[in-house]
């Protein structure tokens, strides 16, 4: 039996036991990518968004098309839509003060990531004297950002390390 919730990270990475029938919690660029994986392989797949619209943090163009790849895949998209709780045959939603049961095997929450900046705090406190905050960890963000910012945190480590030197 399909896992009843599960998070977008273990659906992408193959981790999760998705049903045919799956509810996306969340339709930022990890929500809507996770639905276009999901009913790209067949499964009927709807997404809820408390906000008035999905993917603004996609460029527009690449919106546009991943919304054109979602309408061929029969997404199901709502919008001003809160997720309040499971129930006996799915996910009970609210949109203009309305009760609905959406009927899912599996949920797959795909919710805002929060930093974890105070971290580097503690760890710098503990004596670590280089520390550079990348990624989710700063803020969230793409992995493509989080590969440039990292790599630009491994080059000034090593022009560090090299001005250091005797």
């Known amino acids: 039996m399909p896992g009843r919730v ?4 273990d659906v ?7 049903g045919a029938r799956v509810v996306v919690v969340g339709g930022g660029r990890t929500g809507l990518e996770t639905a276009h ?6 499964r009927a797949v709807t997404v809820v968004e408390t906000r008035r619209q999905m993917g603004d943090e996609i460029p527009s163009s690449v919106r546009a098309f991943l919304f054109e790849q979602l309408d061929a895949l029969n997404v199901t ?12 045959e799915g996910l009970v939603v609210m949109s203009d003060d309305r009760w609905q049961d959406l009927v899912a095997d599996t949920v ?9 900046a105070w971290l580097a ?35 000034d480590l090593i022009v560090q390390l090299n001005t250091q030197q005797p």
């Not at 599960?6 to 990270?9: E, F, L, W």
């Not at 992408?12 to 998705?18: E, P, R, S, T, Y």
């Not at 994986?37 to 067949?42: H, P, S, T, Y």
């Not at 998209?77 to 006996?88: K, P, Q």
């Open 6 to 9: 599960v998070r977008a990270d």
């Open 12 to 18: 992408l990475a193959g981790l999760a036991d998705v």
């Open 37 to 42: 994986f999901l009913a790209d392989q067949g």
């Open 77 to 88: 998209r709502l919008t001003d839509t809160e997720a309040l709780h499971l129930g006996e």
């Open 108 to 116: 797959v929450l795909a919710l805002p990531r929060r930093s974890r």
């Open 121 to 155: 705090e503690d760890i710098h406190r503990g004596g670590v004297k280089y520390i550079r905050v990348v990624g989710d960890a700063r803020a969230p963000r793409s992995a493509q950002e989080a590969v440039y910012e990292g790599t630009h945190a491994a080059l």
